[in-house]
């Protein structure tokens, strides 16, 4: 499981109460610009104590990297969300880029996105199944147990935001291992297109020209 656009108060925390009580790790793609908030930070390193890894989601998560023409523009929402993270920072220096509602394409990552990402030995992480627990707080669960039994090793992102839809996450893990399935920090290797800057997956599909 990973949770995007994090960290939010009143919704991280009980993210992370339900992942303790249930003893599974997660990741948690974080958005620079809230970690300059100390309460939000403090809920970034709280996740990182407990084992979670922290990887970085794009400073503001407003235009899909693929879609922004200034180099140095994506240069900035990688590299300062990065500065932001700090030492909470997982070793492989993870980063997921912003799909614009969870599509997958040539508008996720620039050539400027990637040179950025090898020239600093980050590892760009996608996803499998995406839910949309953002749209159906209530019935996101049932989409996310039929797209787990659709492949071996899901990818689920989730969001712990104020939607409501976390309220949920419980009832999610109950399903989850009723259907025998089991949670593991590891990412399926075909989600991982650049790991610590070489490239060890196809980008052309998610590169713009």
């Not at 990402?117 to 209530?138: F, G, H, S, Y």
């Not at 976390?166 to 920090?185: C, D, K, P, S, W």
Request: hydrophobic letters at 40%; one cysteine or more.
């Amino acid at each position: 499981m990973t949770f995007d656009n994090g960290p939010e108060p009143g919704v991280t925390p009980q993210v992370l109460a339900v992942l303790k009580k249930e003893k599974i790790l997660a990741t948690f793609f974080v958005l620079g610009a809230k970690l300059a908030d100390p309460a939000r930070r403090k809920l970034a390193e709280q996740a990182h104590a407990e084992g979670h890894w922290i990887g970085n989601h794009t400073k503001s998560h407003g235009v899909p990297l693929g879609r922004i023409a200034d180099p140095a523009v994506v240069r900035s929402e990688i590299l300062d969300a990065q500065e932001l993270i700090g030492e909470l920072s997982h070793a492989d220096r993870l980063f997921r880029p912003f799909g614009g509602g969870g599509e997958l394409g040539p508008h996720l990552l620039s050539k400027a996105a990637v040179e950025v990402l090898q020239e600093k030995r980050m590892t760009c992480v996608l996803w499998n199944a995406i839910p949309r627990d953002w749209e159906d707080p209530r019935g996101w669960v049932e989409t996310a147990i039929e797209q787990c039994q659709a492949q071996p090793w899901t990818l689920l992102v989730l969001h712990d935001l104020p939607t409501g839809a976390m309220n949920y996450l419980g009832a999610f893990i109950a399903r989850v291992r009723q259907e025998r399935g089991t949670f593991t920090q590891v990412f399926p290797p075909e989600c991982v297109l650049i790991h610590r800057g070489e490239v060890i997956g196809q980008l052309a599909p998610y590169v713009s020209t």
